[in-house]
Protein backbone atom coordinates (compact mmCIF):
# COMPACT_ATOMS: atom_id res chain seq x y z
CA UNK A 1 0.00 0.00 0.00
CA UNK A 2 1.55 3.26 -0.92
CA UNK A 3 0.18 7.12 -0.17
CA UNK A 4 0.48 8.52 -3.84
CA UNK A 5 1.79 12.26 -3.97
CA UNK A 6 2.19 14.98 -6.10
CA UNK A 7 3.84 18.71 -4.65
CA UNK A 8 1.82 21.50 -5.96
CA UNK A 9 2.08 24.66 -4.18
CA UNK A 10 -0.40 27.06 -3.30
CA UNK A 11 -3.91 26.61 -0.84
CA UNK A 12 -5.55 24.34 -2.68
CA UNK A 13 -7.70 21.30 -0.60
CA UNK A 14 -5.01 18.38 -0.48
CA UNK A 15 -5.49 14.96 -0.84
CA UNK A 16 -4.22 11.02 0.37
CA UNK A 17 -4.68 8.63 -1.99
CA UNK A 18 -4.21 5.12 -1.19
CA UNK A 19 -4.38 2.59 -4.08
CA UNK A 20 -4.48 -1.28 -3.36
CA UNK A 21 -5.01 -4.06 -5.92
CA UNK A 22 -4.59 -4.90 -9.97
CA UNK A 23 -3.18 -2.75 -12.13
CA UNK A 24 -7.18 -2.11 -13.30
CA UNK A 25 -7.36 -0.37 -9.99
CA UNK A 26 -4.22 1.65 -10.20
CA UNK A 27 -5.44 2.98 -13.69
CA UNK A 28 -8.46 3.78 -12.02
CA UNK A 29 -6.45 5.77 -9.43
CA UNK A 30 -4.34 7.45 -12.03
CA UNK A 31 -7.71 8.71 -13.25
CA UNK A 32 -9.05 9.95 -9.97
CA UNK A 33 -5.86 11.80 -9.70
CA UNK A 34 -6.31 13.23 -13.36
CA UNK A 35 -9.34 14.61 -12.62
CA UNK A 36 -9.35 15.92 -9.16
CA UNK A 37 -5.74 17.64 -10.16
CA UNK A 38 -7.29 19.06 -13.83
CA UNK A 39 -10.23 20.99 -10.80
CA UNK A 40 -6.51 22.46 -8.74
CA UNK A 41 -6.85 19.82 -6.18
CA UNK A 42 -3.35 18.73 -4.84
CA UNK A 43 -2.00 15.08 -3.46
CA UNK A 44 -0.11 15.01 -0.11
CA UNK A 45 2.10 12.05 0.78
CA UNK A 46 1.11 11.54 4.30
CA UNK A 47 -2.08 11.05 6.23
CA UNK A 48 -1.48 14.39 8.25
CA UNK A 49 -1.26 16.53 5.42
CA UNK A 50 -4.25 15.19 3.46
CA UNK A 51 -7.92 17.43 4.21
CA UNK A 52 -9.12 14.32 3.07
CA UNK A 53 -7.85 10.46 1.86
CA UNK A 54 -9.55 8.75 -0.67
CA UNK A 55 -8.81 4.71 -0.51
CA UNK A 56 -9.50 2.80 -3.75
CA UNK A 57 -10.18 -0.91 -2.38
CA UNK A 58 -9.80 -4.43 -4.07
CA UNK A 59 -12.40 -7.01 -3.26
CA UNK A 60 -11.43 -9.60 -5.73
CA UNK A 61 -10.33 -12.23 -2.84
CA UNK A 62 -11.47 -12.68 1.09
CA UNK A 63 -7.78 -11.58 1.84
CA UNK A 64 -7.36 -8.40 -0.29
CA UNK A 65 -11.37 -7.74 1.16
CA UNK A 66 -9.37 -8.09 4.84
CA UNK A 67 -6.49 -5.93 3.36
CA UNK A 68 -8.77 -3.36 2.11
CA UNK A 69 -10.79 -2.89 5.26
CA UNK A 70 -7.55 -2.73 7.71
CA UNK A 71 -6.63 0.25 4.82
CA UNK A 72 -9.90 1.97 5.76
CA UNK A 73 -9.53 1.28 8.90
CA UNK A 74 -6.05 2.69 9.10
CA UNK A 75 -6.74 6.24 7.36
CA UNK A 76 -10.16 7.07 9.74
CA UNK A 77 -7.52 6.37 12.37
CA UNK A 78 -4.74 8.11 11.21
CA UNK A 79 -7.19 10.96 8.95
CA UNK A 80 -11.18 10.50 9.69
CA UNK A 81 -12.05 11.90 6.65
CA UNK A 82 -12.39 8.82 4.34
CA UNK A 83 -13.90 7.99 0.68
CA UNK A 84 -14.00 4.48 -0.20
CA UNK A 85 -14.15 3.55 -3.57
CA UNK A 86 -12.69 0.15 -5.86
CA UNK A 87 -13.92 -2.88 -6.06
CA UNK A 88 -14.65 -3.42 -2.43
CA UNK A 89 -17.10 -0.57 -3.00
CA UNK A 90 -20.28 -2.72 -4.24
CA UNK A 91 -20.24 -4.43 -0.94
CA UNK A 92 -21.50 -1.09 1.04
CA UNK A 93 -22.62 -2.77 3.80
CA UNK A 94 -19.60 -4.74 4.63
CA UNK A 95 -17.75 -1.06 4.72
CA UNK A 96 -20.47 0.71 6.57
CA UNK A 97 -20.88 -2.20 9.18
CA UNK A 98 -17.14 -2.21 9.58
CA UNK A 99 -16.42 1.47 8.80
CA UNK A 100 -19.39 3.49 9.94
CA UNK A 101 -17.85 6.65 9.41
CA UNK A 102 -16.87 6.98 6.32
CA UNK A 103 -17.61 9.54 4.26
CA UNK A 104 -18.82 8.08 0.70
CA UNK A 105 -18.54 4.61 -0.80
CA UNK A 106 -18.22 4.23 -4.64
CA UNK A 107 -17.88 1.15 -6.84
CA UNK A 108 -15.34 0.04 -9.13
CA UNK A 109 -14.62 2.70 -12.58
CA UNK A 110 -17.04 5.45 -10.81
CA UNK A 111 -14.63 8.31 -11.45
CA UNK A 112 -17.16 10.93 -12.01
CA UNK A 113 -19.04 9.43 -8.32
CA UNK A 114 -15.67 9.65 -6.85
CA UNK A 115 -14.68 13.05 -7.66
CA UNK A 116 -18.78 14.14 -7.03
CA UNK A 117 -18.21 12.63 -3.59
CA UNK A 118 -14.68 14.62 -2.88
CA UNK A 119 -16.78 17.88 -4.25
CA UNK A 120 -19.40 17.28 -1.68
CA UNK A 121 -16.96 16.56 1.19
CA UNK A 122 -14.21 19.19 0.44
CA UNK A 123 -15.36 21.71 -2.52
CA UNK A 124 -12.44 23.07 -5.04
CA UNK A 125 -10.86 26.42 -4.52
CA UNK A 126 -11.54 28.74 -7.37
CA UNK A 127 -8.18 28.89 -9.39
CA UNK A 128 -8.25 31.22 -12.04
CA UNK A 129 -5.05 30.44 -13.01
CA UNK A 130 -5.40 26.64 -13.23
CA UNK A 131 -9.80 26.77 -14.01
CA UNK A 132 -9.83 25.97 -17.40
CA UNK A 133 -13.76 25.26 -17.24
CA UNK A 134 -15.90 27.64 -15.27
CA UNK A 135 -17.42 26.31 -11.64
CA UNK A 136 -20.49 24.88 -13.23
CA UNK A 137 -18.39 22.62 -16.01
CA UNK A 138 -18.82 23.61 -19.99
CA UNK A 139 -22.20 23.85 -21.28
CA UNK A 140 -23.83 23.36 -24.23
CA UNK A 141 -26.90 25.25 -23.29
CA UNK A 142 -27.28 28.91 -23.79
CA UNK A 143 -26.28 30.71 -20.32
CA UNK A 144 -29.83 31.00 -18.92
CA UNK A 145 -30.64 27.66 -19.09
CA UNK A 146 -29.23 23.91 -17.80
CA UNK A 147 -29.75 20.71 -17.80
CA UNK A 148 -28.74 18.77 -14.58
CA UNK A 149 -28.48 14.92 -14.34
CA UNK A 150 -29.36 13.65 -10.91
CA UNK A 151 -28.94 9.50 -12.10
CA UNK A 152 -27.41 7.29 -14.96
CA UNK A 153 -29.34 4.21 -16.29
CA UNK A 154 -33.06 2.81 -15.44
CA UNK A 155 -34.45 -0.28 -13.15
CA UNK A 156 -37.33 -0.29 -15.36
CA UNK A 157 -37.49 -2.85 -18.20
CA UNK A 158 -39.94 -1.86 -20.62
CA UNK A 159 -40.16 -4.22 -23.61
CA UNK A 160 -39.00 -1.56 -26.49
CA UNK A 161 -36.20 -0.34 -24.86
CA UNK A 162 -31.96 -1.41 -24.83
CA UNK A 163 -30.94 1.23 -21.84
CA UNK A 164 -31.05 -0.68 -18.89
CA UNK A 165 -29.06 -3.18 -21.29
CA UNK A 166 -26.77 -0.19 -22.31
CA UNK A 167 -25.99 2.37 -19.22
CA UNK A 168 -27.15 -0.43 -16.58
CA UNK A 169 -29.21 -0.42 -13.61
CA UNK A 170 -30.45 2.76 -11.93
CA UNK A 171 -27.51 4.79 -10.09
CA UNK A 172 -28.28 7.63 -8.35
CA UNK A 173 -25.54 10.93 -8.02
CA UNK A 174 -25.45 11.70 -4.01
CA UNK A 175 -27.75 14.47 -3.41
CA UNK A 176 -25.63 17.12 -1.80
CA UNK A 177 -23.17 16.73 -5.59
CA UNK A 178 -26.14 17.09 -7.17
CA UNK A 179 -27.50 20.31 -5.21
CA UNK A 180 -23.95 21.51 -5.15
CA UNK A 181 -23.69 21.73 -9.03
CA UNK A 182 -27.30 23.30 -8.53
CA UNK A 183 -25.95 26.21 -6.78
CA UNK A 184 -22.68 26.20 -9.31
CA UNK A 185 -25.33 26.74 -12.16
CA UNK A 186 -27.63 29.52 -10.13
CA UNK A 187 -24.33 31.48 -9.28
CA UNK A 188 -22.67 31.43 -13.44
CA UNK A 189 -26.29 32.68 -13.91
CA UNK A 190 -28.51 30.00 -14.75
CA UNK A 191 -32.30 30.50 -14.31
CA UNK A 192 -33.48 27.74 -15.40
CA UNK A 193 -32.48 24.32 -14.41
CA UNK A 194 -33.93 20.75 -16.06
CA UNK A 195 -33.52 18.02 -13.83
CA UNK A 196 -33.08 15.10 -15.79
CA UNK A 197 -32.40 11.05 -15.85
CA UNK A 198 -34.23 7.81 -17.04
CA UNK A 199 -36.52 7.67 -14.07
CA UNK A 200 -36.18 10.94 -12.02
CA UNK A 201 -39.30 9.76 -9.81
CA UNK A 202 -36.90 6.94 -8.66
CA UNK A 203 -34.26 9.09 -7.77
CA UNK A 204 -32.39 8.06 -4.82
CA UNK A 205 -33.26 3.89 -4.55
CA UNK A 206 -30.78 2.55 -5.30
CA UNK A 207 -28.58 4.09 -2.67
CA UNK A 208 -31.40 3.61 -0.43
CA UNK A 209 -31.84 7.24 -0.25
CA UNK A 210 -28.78 7.99 1.58
CA UNK A 211 -27.88 10.93 3.12
CA UNK A 212 -25.35 13.21 2.26
CA UNK A 213 -24.04 16.76 3.91
CA UNK A 214 -25.28 19.82 2.27
CA UNK A 215 -23.57 22.47 3.57
CA UNK A 216 -23.53 20.98 7.24
CA UNK A 217 -27.24 19.57 6.96
CA UNK A 218 -28.11 15.20 6.17
CA UNK A 219 -30.26 15.83 3.18
CA UNK A 220 -31.79 12.07 1.78
CA UNK A 221 -31.45 11.53 -1.71
CA UNK A 222 -35.38 11.67 -2.82
CA UNK A 223 -37.21 12.59 -5.42
CA UNK A 224 -39.33 15.57 -3.05
CA UNK A 225 -36.30 16.26 -1.09
CA UNK A 226 -34.71 17.21 -4.22
CA UNK A 227 -37.35 18.62 -5.74
CA UNK A 228 -37.80 20.99 -2.08
CA UNK A 229 -33.88 21.49 -2.00
CA UNK A 230 -34.18 23.16 -5.73
CA UNK A 231 -37.16 24.88 -5.20
CA UNK A 232 -35.07 26.99 -2.23
CA UNK A 233 -32.98 28.07 -5.05
CA UNK A 234 -34.73 30.64 -6.40
CA UNK A 235 -35.01 29.75 -10.16
CA UNK A 236 -36.70 27.78 -12.03
CA UNK A 237 -37.07 24.21 -11.56
CA UNK A 238 -38.51 21.55 -14.49
CA UNK A 239 -38.60 18.01 -14.02
CA UNK A 240 -38.15 15.79 -16.67
CA UNK A 241 -38.73 11.83 -16.76
CA UNK A 242 -40.71 11.44 -14.17
CA UNK A 243 -43.19 8.77 -13.15
CA UNK A 244 -46.43 8.31 -11.49
CA UNK A 245 -45.44 6.30 -9.29
CA UNK A 246 -47.26 7.25 -5.69
CA UNK A 247 -44.38 9.60 -4.24
CA UNK A 248 -44.69 11.74 -6.96
CA UNK A 249 -47.83 13.52 -5.31
CA UNK A 250 -45.55 15.34 -2.79
CA UNK A 251 -44.36 17.79 -5.26
CA UNK A 252 -47.50 18.62 -6.69
CA UNK A 253 -47.78 21.30 -3.56
CA UNK A 254 -44.35 22.89 -4.20
CA UNK A 255 -45.66 23.49 -7.79
CA UNK A 256 -49.24 24.84 -6.55
CA UNK A 257 -46.54 27.03 -4.06
CA UNK A 258 -44.73 27.88 -6.51
CA UNK A 259 -41.63 26.67 -5.49
CA UNK A 260 -41.10 23.83 -8.71
CA UNK A 261 -42.72 24.91 -11.76
CA UNK A 262 -46.28 22.93 -12.17
CA UNK A 263 -44.78 20.98 -15.49
CA UNK A 264 -44.22 17.32 -15.30
CA UNK A 265 -42.71 15.51 -18.21
CA UNK A 266 -43.81 12.05 -18.18
CA UNK A 267 -43.09 9.50 -20.77
CA UNK A 268 -46.40 7.86 -20.75
CA UNK A 269 -46.06 6.14 -23.92
CA UNK A 270 -49.94 4.83 -23.36
CA UNK A 271 -53.08 4.46 -21.94
CA UNK A 272 -54.57 1.28 -23.28
CA UNK A 273 -53.83 -1.28 -19.85
CA UNK A 274 -52.80 -4.70 -22.39
CA UNK A 275 -50.37 -2.56 -24.67
CA UNK A 276 -49.10 -0.85 -21.16
CA UNK A 277 -48.28 -4.77 -20.41
CA UNK A 278 -46.76 -5.11 -23.46
CA UNK A 279 -44.62 -2.72 -22.90
CA UNK A 280 -43.61 -3.28 -19.69
CA UNK A 281 -44.06 0.13 -18.24
CA UNK A 282 -43.54 1.21 -14.75
CA UNK A 283 -46.71 2.88 -12.99
CA UNK A 284 -48.69 1.42 -15.22
CA UNK A 285 -51.55 -0.41 -12.56
CA UNK A 286 -51.93 2.93 -10.91
CA UNK A 287 -55.06 4.74 -12.10
CA UNK A 288 -53.37 7.99 -13.63
CA UNK A 289 -56.82 9.63 -14.79
CA UNK A 290 -57.67 9.92 -11.49
CA UNK A 291 -54.30 10.88 -10.33
CA UNK A 292 -53.94 13.43 -12.75
CA UNK A 293 -57.47 14.72 -11.84
CA UNK A 294 -56.36 15.00 -8.23
CA UNK A 295 -53.12 16.59 -9.02
CA UNK A 296 -54.71 19.62 -11.19
CA UNK A 297 -57.17 20.08 -7.98
CA UNK A 298 -54.20 20.88 -5.73
CA UNK A 299 -52.09 22.68 -8.98
CA UNK A 300 -54.59 24.13 -11.46
CA UNK A 301 -51.81 25.45 -13.35
CA UNK A 302 -49.86 22.21 -13.38
CA UNK A 303 -49.10 21.49 -17.53
CA UNK A 304 -48.09 17.53 -18.52
CA UNK A 305 -45.66 16.82 -21.72
CA UNK A 306 -45.75 13.34 -22.48
CA UNK A 307 -44.26 11.01 -25.23
CA UNK A 308 -46.72 8.09 -26.87
CA UNK A 309 -45.89 5.39 -29.19
CA UNK A 310 -48.75 4.59 -31.95
CA UNK A 311 -48.26 1.09 -33.47
CA UNK A 312 -46.39 -0.84 -30.75
CA UNK A 313 -46.89 -4.72 -31.74
CA UNK A 314 -50.53 -5.60 -30.63
CA UNK A 315 -52.39 -2.84 -30.63
CA UNK A 316 -55.94 -2.74 -31.90
CA UNK A 317 -57.98 0.21 -33.25
CA UNK A 318 -60.01 -0.16 -30.02
CA UNK A 319 -56.59 0.01 -27.89
CA UNK A 320 -55.81 3.46 -30.05
CA UNK A 321 -59.14 4.90 -29.64
CA UNK A 322 -59.01 4.94 -25.95
CA UNK A 323 -55.75 6.67 -26.15
CA UNK A 324 -57.35 8.83 -27.92
CA UNK A 325 -59.77 9.60 -25.56
CA UNK A 326 -58.27 9.41 -23.07
CA UNK A 327 -55.64 12.34 -23.78
CA UNK A 328 -58.28 14.47 -23.95
CA UNK A 329 -59.50 13.48 -20.59
CA UNK A 330 -56.42 13.66 -18.99
CA UNK A 331 -55.96 17.39 -21.08
CA UNK A 332 -52.06 16.05 -21.96
CA UNK A 333 -51.01 19.69 -22.82
CA UNK A 334 -47.94 18.49 -24.83
CA UNK A 335 -47.82 15.86 -26.51
CA UNK A 336 -45.21 14.52 -29.12
CA UNK A 337 -45.52 10.97 -30.54
CA UNK A 338 -43.41 8.12 -32.52
CA UNK A 339 -44.51 5.53 -34.70
CA UNK A 340 -43.32 1.83 -33.36
CA UNK A 341 -40.27 0.84 -34.74
CA UNK A 342 -38.09 -2.02 -33.27
CA UNK A 343 -34.70 -1.20 -32.09
CA UNK A 344 -31.96 -4.17 -32.51
CA UNK A 345 -31.74 -6.29 -28.87
CA UNK A 346 -35.28 -5.04 -27.85
CA UNK A 347 -37.24 -7.88 -26.20
CA UNK A 348 -40.27 -6.15 -27.71
CA UNK A 349 -38.64 -7.38 -31.39
CA UNK A 350 -40.15 -10.40 -30.58
CA UNK A 351 -43.28 -9.84 -29.60
CA UNK A 352 -46.51 -10.34 -32.30
CA UNK A 353 -48.99 -8.71 -33.92
CA UNK A 354 -46.70 -6.23 -36.22
CA UNK A 355 -48.69 -2.73 -37.06
CA UNK A 356 -48.76 -2.73 -41.14
CA UNK A 357 -46.70 0.87 -41.70
CA UNK A 358 -49.27 2.81 -43.65
CA UNK A 359 -51.39 1.77 -40.34
CA UNK A 360 -49.12 3.50 -38.05
CA UNK A 361 -48.67 6.22 -39.99
CA UNK A 362 -52.53 6.88 -39.74
CA UNK A 363 -52.45 6.61 -36.36
CA UNK A 364 -49.85 9.16 -35.91
CA UNK A 365 -51.59 11.59 -38.10
CA UNK A 366 -54.62 11.19 -36.17
CA UNK A 367 -53.31 11.46 -32.59
CA UNK A 368 -51.40 14.84 -33.80
CA UNK A 369 -54.54 16.05 -34.85
CA UNK A 370 -55.91 15.43 -31.65
CA UNK A 371 -52.82 16.71 -29.68
CA UNK A 372 -52.99 19.99 -31.40
CA UNK A 373 -56.62 20.27 -30.47
CA UNK A 374 -56.10 19.94 -27.10
CA UNK A 375 -53.28 22.53 -26.75
CA UNK A 376 -55.33 25.16 -29.06
CA UNK A 377 -58.11 24.77 -26.57
CA UNK A 378 -55.61 25.00 -23.23
CA UNK A 379 -53.76 27.47 -24.36
CA UNK A 380 -56.56 29.65 -25.56
CA UNK A 381 -57.43 29.63 -21.44
CA UNK A 382 -54.45 31.43 -20.84
CA UNK A 383 -55.16 34.19 -22.59
CA UNK A 384 -55.71 37.93 -20.99
CA UNK A 385 -53.65 35.88 -18.27
CA UNK A 386 -50.19 37.92 -16.75
CA UNK A 387 -47.18 35.97 -16.27
CA UNK A 388 -43.73 35.29 -16.24
CA UNK A 389 -41.56 34.43 -19.30
CA UNK A 390 -37.80 33.65 -19.61
CA UNK A 391 -36.51 34.85 -22.83
CA UNK A 392 -34.32 32.74 -25.04
CA UNK A 393 -34.10 35.22 -28.08
CA UNK A 394 -34.47 38.26 -29.65
CA UNK A 395 -35.95 39.40 -33.01
CA UNK A 396 -34.37 43.28 -33.09
CA UNK A 397 -35.53 43.62 -36.49
CA UNK A 398 -39.22 42.80 -35.61
CA UNK A 399 -38.73 44.14 -32.31
CA UNK A 400 -39.79 40.49 -31.44
CA UNK A 401 -38.13 38.76 -28.25
CA UNK A 402 -38.70 34.73 -28.15
CA UNK A 403 -39.64 33.53 -24.76
CA UNK A 404 -40.99 30.79 -22.83
CA UNK A 405 -43.27 29.77 -19.93
CA UNK A 406 -43.39 27.70 -16.90
CA UNK A 407 -45.40 25.64 -18.87
CA UNK A 408 -42.92 25.15 -22.13
CA UNK A 409 -39.21 23.53 -21.66
CA UNK A 410 -36.80 24.62 -24.50
CA UNK A 411 -36.44 22.53 -27.40
CA UNK A 412 -39.56 20.27 -27.16
CA UNK A 413 -42.66 22.95 -26.35
CA UNK A 414 -44.03 26.17 -27.39
CA UNK A 415 -42.87 29.64 -27.26
CA UNK A 416 -44.20 33.30 -26.34
CA UNK A 417 -43.68 35.45 -28.47
CA UNK A 418 -43.47 39.34 -27.16
CA UNK A 419 -44.26 42.19 -29.39
CA UNK A 420 -42.81 45.52 -28.05
CA UNK A 421 -40.30 44.08 -27.19
CA UNK A 422 -38.02 46.78 -26.65
CA UNK A 423 -34.70 46.52 -24.40
CA UNK A 424 -35.88 42.56 -23.68
CA UNK A 425 -32.60 40.72 -23.68
CA UNK A 426 -32.12 36.82 -23.54
CA UNK A 427 -32.35 35.30 -19.66
CA UNK A 428 -34.42 38.63 -19.09
CA UNK A 429 -37.14 37.37 -16.87
CA UNK A 430 -39.96 39.36 -18.31
CA UNK A 431 -43.98 39.71 -17.11
CA UNK A 432 -46.19 39.80 -19.90
CA UNK A 433 -49.65 39.62 -20.57
CA UNK A 434 -50.97 36.97 -23.12
CA UNK A 435 -53.03 38.61 -26.16
CA UNK A 436 -53.79 35.45 -28.20
CA UNK A 437 -53.14 31.84 -28.65
CA UNK A 438 -52.65 29.24 -31.81
CA UNK A 439 -51.90 25.61 -32.00
CA UNK A 440 -48.67 25.58 -29.74
CA UNK A 441 -47.67 29.32 -28.98
CA UNK A 442 -48.85 32.38 -27.07
CA UNK A 443 -48.63 35.77 -28.04
CA UNK A 444 -47.89 38.43 -25.69
CA UNK A 445 -47.19 42.10 -25.06
CA UNK A 446 -44.56 43.70 -21.73
CA UNK A 447 -47.19 44.30 -19.21
S1 LIG B 1 -38.04 3.42 -21.54
FE1 LIG B 1 -38.28 2.16 -19.68
S2 LIG B 1 -36.44 0.88 -19.54
FE2 LIG B 1 -36.03 2.51 -21.03
S3 LIG B 1 -35.01 4.09 -19.84
FE3 LIG B 1 -37.21 4.60 -19.86
S4 LIG B 1 -38.09 3.65 -18.04
FE4 LIG B 1 -36.04 2.74 -18.36
Redesign the pocket.
Known sequence: MSITSSKTPGAAPKIGLVSLGCPKALVDSERILTTLRAEGYSFSRDYQGSDIVIVNTCGFLDSAKAESLEAIGEALGENGRVIVTGCLGVEEKLIRDTHPSVLAITGPHQYEAVVEAVHAHLPPVPNRFVDLVPDAGLKLTPKHYAYLKISEG?N???SF?I??QIRGDLASRPIASVLYEAERLVKQGVKEIMVIS??TSAYGLDIRYAASKFHGRDVEARFATLAEEMGKLGVWTRLHYVYPYPHVDAVIPLMAEGKVLPYLDIPFQHAAPNVLKAMKR?ANHDKTLERIKAWRQIAPDLAIRSNFIVGFPGETEADFQLLLDWLDEAEIDRIGCFEYEPVTGAPANTLEGAVPAEVKAERYGRLMERAQAISTRVLAKKVGRTIDVLVDDVEPEDNRAIARSQWDAPEIDGNVVIDDADGIKPGDMVRVTVVDSDEYDLYAVPA
Do not use: F, G
Request: hydrophobic residues 10%; charged residues 20%; aromatic residues 0%.
Open positions: CNRCCIPQDP
